[in-house]
């Protein structure tokens, strides 16, 4: 079998080249790179929930939780542990190996809240779960205090290329997101990040994005590609979501680049039928998120999953798998 090496020395060129290749060519490689490095049948099962909702100050023009925006949602406050915790019982007895805690928060601050958020991760973990959490920016210090109450891993989208998001986001920078990052693959976190597609950005952008995340050492453990879903009140309300194929195109990219990091076929998920979800995964998705809600919107249909699951023979992955950096 051909060999795919795991490199971070990729060249825009090469990114470019890749991601413009005839889309059947491009969906088989990534197909081969897969059944090389990951577990062909086996897919992660996160669950997400929002322990804080609504209420933030940053712009993100996606974002059903700025307060910028008048979208309707049910803002409410750092919710307690024990309702945390309880709900991430609910989500391993569903079947979730990984539990996604999002706070609406433009960054983390030293109080009580923290403290609060410490004692979720502590707790979860105890359940054998994975935990991620997603709580804005992080000093390297609160990223140790993460880690040492036992976080797996910080999701911290990049969203879109350095040149187009200033476009989408005008309260922080491109590089207040990389900063967070390392603080967080410093404390021995690994990464969770990755985009959205259906900002109205170019492939130009698609493929900087791309490269970015394909050029860290080591690559992110964890690549959510994100579809946007459009929120009544937000800038991006009538964006054009991204079709099946731009999907697929970007998460085929994204396996070949990362060979061992796990693709998750994020939000946006609920608009695939079965088959396009089916062809995702052959393009080298292997983790979703289970549960009827993402943070603010509907997900698919647990037992839609489980059918889909049955249907294509496909495997939960177990908690912990492969989780180490490349
Ligand atoms: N406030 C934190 C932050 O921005 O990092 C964490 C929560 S934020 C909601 C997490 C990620 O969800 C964003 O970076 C974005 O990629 C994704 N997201 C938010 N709203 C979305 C939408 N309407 N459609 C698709 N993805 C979305
Ligand atoms: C990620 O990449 N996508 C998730 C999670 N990480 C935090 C969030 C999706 C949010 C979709 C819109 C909503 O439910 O508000
Ligand atoms: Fe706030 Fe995160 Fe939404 Fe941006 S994406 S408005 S930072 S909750």
């Known amino acids: 079998m051909e060999s795919y090496p795991i490199r971070h020395d990729w060249s825009r060129a090469e990114v470019e080249a890749l991601y413009h290749r005839p889309l059947l060519r491009l969906i088989m ?45 049910e803002v409410h406050r750092l919710l307690d542990v024990e309702a945390v915790v309880e ?64 976080l797996t891993a910080y999701n911290h989208n990049l969203d879109t290329s350095a040149s ?7 309260t922080r920078t ?16 690994t990464l969770c990040t990755g985009g959205i597609l259906g900002l109205g950005e170019s492939d130009a952008d698609r493929i900087d994005l791309l490269h970015t995340l394909a050029t860290l050492q080591p690559h992110p453990e964890s690549v959510p590609i994100n579809a946007l879903v459009p929120i009544e009140g937000t800038p991006l309300e009538k964006s054009r979501v991204p079709t099946v194929w731009e999907m697929v195109r970007v998460i085929a990219t994204a396996r070949i680049l990362m060979p061992r990091s796990k693709v998750r076929l994020a939000a946006g998920r609920e608009r695939l039928s079965a088959v396009e979800q089916a062809l995702c995964f052959v393009a080298g998705a292997n983790s979703i998120f289970l549960g009827e809600k993402l943070l603010t919107t509907p997900n698919a249909a647990i037992s839609q999953d489980q059918a889909l699951f049955d249907l294509l023979g496909i495997e939960p992955m177990t908690a912990f798998a492969e989780t180490l950096p490349a």
């Open 29 to 73: 490689e990534a197909a081969a790179v897969h059944q090389q490095y990951q577990r062909p049948g086996e897919i992660q099962t996160c669950t997400l929930l929002s322990i804080k909702t609504g209420g933030c100050p940053e712009d993100c023009a996606y974002c059903a939780q700025s307060v910028r925006y008048q979208t309707g949602i």
């Open 87 to 150: 709900a991430a019982r609910q989500a391993k007895a569903a079947g979730a190996t990984r539990f996604c805690m999002g706070a609406a928060w433009r960054e983390v601050r030293n109080n009580r809240d923290f403290e609060k958020v410490l004692q979720m991760v502590r707790e979860v973990r105890s359940l054998g779960l994975e935990v991620c959490a997603t709580l804005g920016m992080l000093t390297p210090e609160q990223a140790e205090a993460l880690k040492e109450a036992g």
């Open 164 to 170: 187009y998001y200033s476009e989408v986001i005008t």
């Open 174 to 189: 491109y590089a207040d997101r990389l900063r967070t990052l390392s603080a967080a693959r410093a404390a021995g976190l």
